[in-house]
């Protein structure tokens, strides 16, 4: 090679690394066109392995595995793993003032999160939604499901079809369709074929609450049913939350995981 096009090249990355050093990080990468999941433990610590609960937060643990659909499609789904006996549950809403997720985690001083129920372009839920007591739009009848809290805290992920709202005084809910899982068996339901990012609550056989975060655009709702029912988390119930754009998780702590919605976001379940 010409001792011009070897400085060249040489020019070029002392270009290169430099401009690492000065921001002391990686460049972003994308993942289908979408931002990575940035999660990791604690500086320092080895990358996570997959199938193993990492406890991030009091009440909080989180967990990583590889999930792969019949199609060949293939994400790494994040699940956050909460003790309803030492977390709290509430669900923020600004239909006004709709935030990123990390303003949301800075403005309720959350440990972790995860985006709510469906929401129209004016930013109102289409389902019921109750924050703090206040209740907005109205109750999905014969399907769906709904995330609630009554006012003794207790916790309560039910589906609308078996269990219609009867109009119970709640603290905090959201709704959102489908039931993707009931009483630990798989549901049956008809949806599109789009391959989308996946936000699920479910609750375990244990007594837990999941946040399950799938960021990539690899899974239709049936796929991620069935991967639901066949994983090794024990699922009880799941319910699909918004997803594609809105699809965000965040957990702080000594395991973090920030999955960033792609809008600003108007509804979120916080735990704190």
Known sequence: MP????????LICCLLVGSLLACNVLPNVTY?????????????????????????????????????????????????????????????????????????????????????????????????????????????????????????????????????????????????????MLNGQRTQFTANTDFQRRSIVATDKQGHLLLIASPGQEFTLNEMANLLAKSDLSIQNALNLDGGSSTGLYVTGKQQVSIDPLLMIPIVIIVR
């Open 3 to 10: 001792a011009k096009q070897i400085a060249k090249v040489c």
């Open 32 to 180: 289908n066109g979408t931002p990575v999941v940035s999660s990791s433990p604690a500086t320092g610590s080895p990358t996570p392995a997959l199938k193993v609960w990492y406890p991030a937060a009091t009440g909080v643990d989180v967990r990583y595995e590889d999930w792969k659909a019949p199609s060949g499609h293939e994400d790494t789904v994040t699940i956050a793993r909460l003790d309803l006996k030492r977390v709290h549950i509430s669900v923020g809403y600004q239909p006004n003032q709709p935030l990123s997720m990390n303003e949301w985690m800075k403005r309720t001083g959350a440990v972790a999160m995860i985006n709510g129920g469906y929401f129209d372009a004016r930013n109102q839920p289409e389902g019921l939604l109750v924050s703090n007591g206040q209740a907005h739009g109205t109750s999905y009848s014969g399907f769906g499901g709904m995330l609630s809290v009554d006012a003794q805290g207790n916790v309560s992920l039910r589906s609308l079809r078996d269990q219609p709202y009867a109009g119970e005084q709640l603290q905090q809910a959201t709704q959102s369709s489908p039931m993707l």
